[in-house]
């Protein structure tokens, strides 16, 4: 074998083995509040999620119910607007239960519309607790792939 092609597969061989490398591509603090331990099932709540700059606004997270007592299940669902939704390569969710501690949980994407993200998270903690769960949107770009941030445009161009 010659040794062009050994080092053409071996530099081939080490891209394989990287793992994925993401830019967040909505703004850092787009969150919403559920309440978790209340004694009856509350209304959805939503945040829109906006741009890294937070001047655009790039979709909108939504939780059904916005709490409940513990065991609820609440539905998530994330919505990209459709000129950003072929940017989104990957959606996660950061909860922040307070002195439950953090915990980060990956959305499925739809398989007939792309925009859309969903998870089902259920509330839990002792019979009497009552409290307020932080929910942390981020919706990610795989960097170095066809549908980078540049591709954009205009919504007149997209039309």
């Given at each position: 074998?010659?040794?062009?092609?050994?080092?053409?597969?071996?530099?081939?061989?080490?891209?394989?083995?990287?793992?994925?490398?993401?830019?967040?591509?909505?703004?850092?603090?787009?969150?919403?509040?559920?309440?978790?331990?209340?004694?009856?099932l509350?209304?959805?709540?939503?945040?829109?999620?906006?741009?890294?700059?937070?001047?655009?606004?790039?979709?909108?997270?939504?939780?059904?119910?916005?709490?409940?007592?513990?065991?609820t299940?609440?539905?998530?669902?994330?919505?990209?607007?459709?000129?950003?939704?072929?940017?989104?390569?990957?959606?996660?969710?950061?909860?922040?239960?307070?002195?439950?501690?953090?915990?980060?949980?990956?959305?499925?994407?739809?398989?007939?519309?792309?925009?859309?993200w969903?998870?089902?998270?259920?509330?839990?903690?002792?019979?009497?607790?009552?409290?307020?769960?932080?929910?942390?949107?981020?919706?990610?770009?795989?960097?170095?792939?066809?549908?980078?941030?540049?591709?954009?445009?205009?919504?007149?161009?997209?039309?």
């Amino acid at each position: 074998m010659s040794p062009l092609l050994l080092a053409a597969l071996t530099l081939l061989a080490c891209k394989k083995d990287e793992e994925p490398v993401y830019t967040q591509f909505n703004g850092t603090d787009d969150s919403l509040t559920i309440q978790v331990g209340s004694a009856d099932l509350l209304p959805e709540v939503s945040a829109e999620l906006s741009s890294s700059t937070g001047e655009v606004v790039v979709g909108l997270v939504s939780v059904d119910p916005g709490g409940g007592p513990i065991g609820t299940e609440h539905g998530m669902v994330v919505v990209i607007d459709d000129l950003y939704e072929h940017i989104v390569d990957r959606v996660s969710v950061r909860l922040d239960s307070g002195d439950r501690g953090e915990d980060e949980f990956e959305l499925q994407q739809d398989s007939a519309d792309e925009g859309v993200w969903k998870l089902t998270l259920v509330s839990v903690g002792e019979e009497d607790e009552v409290r307020e769960d932080t929910l942390t949107v981020n919706c990610w770009d795989l960097e170095e792939d066809e549908d980078s941030e540049a591709d954009t445009g205009t919504a007149e161009d997209q039309e």
